[in-house]
Structures are given as structure tokens and as C-alpha cells.
């Protein structure tokens, strides 16, 4: 039902922005956010965007990433800006309500130093 979009190859100090979107309607979203999984590595918090406005951040993208969105029209954005290696992952976005949590497909996501 969530599908994520934008990702890609792109050299160090370079920009991307994911977008994630619902195939349909989904009602009661609480709040939205991405994550991501590097090879080898848990899947970790990204940045997540709650109705109410507020967004919580990693630390390690902190300054250098925007989450942005609509959550009543199940939207969710990731502008990604200075690029590091260490960005690289599979990113996924996810909804959450008082039905339960949904994950999207996966956008791959590729820095190259």
C-alpha cells in the first residue's frame, strides 16, 4: 500500500529525495517516517513526522536531511542533502496507526565516495 520512490546512485555531497505515497486511502495514520537498512546492519530510524507536526530526526542526519509530508494524504518526503558513504541503504518508509504499522517497498539509495 506504500509506495516508495527516488532513490539511486549519487556521488558524495550529492542530493536525493524520496517520496513515499499510499496506493490508496489510509485512514487514521498516526504518524509517517523512513527508515533504513544498510547490508549487514539493523534497520534503523531515519526520520519520522508526527500529525501534529513534530519530526524526530537521527543524529546522524541531523542538518543534512528534511522530512516533509502531508499525513492526511498519506504523504511523506526525505530531502537528502550532503550525501555520505555511509548513507547508503535500502530505505523504507512506514505508517503508522491504531491499526498497526505498515512498511512500503524499499528504495534503494547508493553514495559513492
Known amino acids: 500500500q506504500l509506495q516508495a520512490s527516488g532513490g539511486g546512485l549519487v556521488q558524495a555531497g550529492g542530493s536525493l529525495r524520496l517520496s513515499c505515497a499510499a496506493s490508496?486511502?489510509?485512514?487514521?495514520?498516526?504518524?509517517m517516517g523512513w527508515y533504513r537498512q544498510a547490508p549487514g546492519k539493523e534497520r534503523e530510524l531515519v526520520a519520522t513526522f508526527i500529525s501534529h507536526g513534530n519530526k524526530n530526526y537521527a543524529d546522524s542526519v541531523k542538518g543534512r536531511f528534511i522530512i516533509s509530508g502531508d499525513i492526511a494524504r498519506d504523504k511523506v518526503f526525505l530531502q537528502m542533502d550532503s550525501l555520505e558513504s555511509e548513507d547508503t541503504a535500502v530505505y523504507y518508509c512506514?505508517?503508522?496507526?491504531?491499526?498497526?504499522?505498515?512498511w512500503g517497498h524499499g528504495t534503494q539509495v547508493t553514495v559513492s565516495s
Open positions: 490508496g486511502s489510509i485512514f487514521s495514520v498516526n504518524d
Open positions: 512506514k505508517a503508522v496507526g491504531p491499526w498497526g504499522t505498515i
